[in-house]
Nanobody, 121 residues
Framework: QVQLVESGGGLVQAGGSLRLSCAAS????????MSWFRQAPGKEREFVAR????????DYLDSVKGRFTISRDNAKNTVYLQMNSLKPEDTADYYC??????????????WGQGTQVTVSS
């Protein structure tokens, strides 16, 4: 059974930090690029960060560059998103996904259930 389970979300003040984790099981994690997407209320799901299978290449949404860092540990089947200097506009449900190295949600084959991040001003 394929599972992607996110954790680490919560309520934080602006300027604070959170580290999201996504634990994968039921498929060959190291064979898939991994990404984080987010969806705020009333908005479409948007790409946040992506990482290649071996972690050698990463890419970010412009508005999070320099503040967020994606990483992965293939030995632990886990992908992370370190979020620093959080802003109220980062408030959203955050989802991890496994699939191609792409910025569009379509094409990703596995999705987590999401973890909520709320940044207060």
């Amino acid at each position: 059974q394929v599972q992607l389970v996110e954790s680490g979300g919560g309520l934080v003040q602006a300027g604070g930090s959170l580290r999201l984790s996504c634990a994968a099981s039921g498929f060959t994690f190291s064979s898939y690029a991994m990404s984080w997407f987010r969806q705020a209320p009333g908005k479409e799901r948007e790409f946040v960060a992506r990482i290649t299978t071996n972690g050698g290449l990463t890419d970010y949404l412009d508005s999070v560059k320099g503040r967020f860092t994606i990483s992965r540990d293939n030995a632990k089947n886990t992908v992370y998103l370190q979020m620093n200097s959080l802003k109220p506009e980062d408030t959203a449900d955050y989802y991890c996904a496994a699939g191609p190295y792409s910025v569009t949600p379509s094409g990703y084959v596995y999705w987590g259930q999401g973890t909520q991040v709320t940044v207060s001003s």
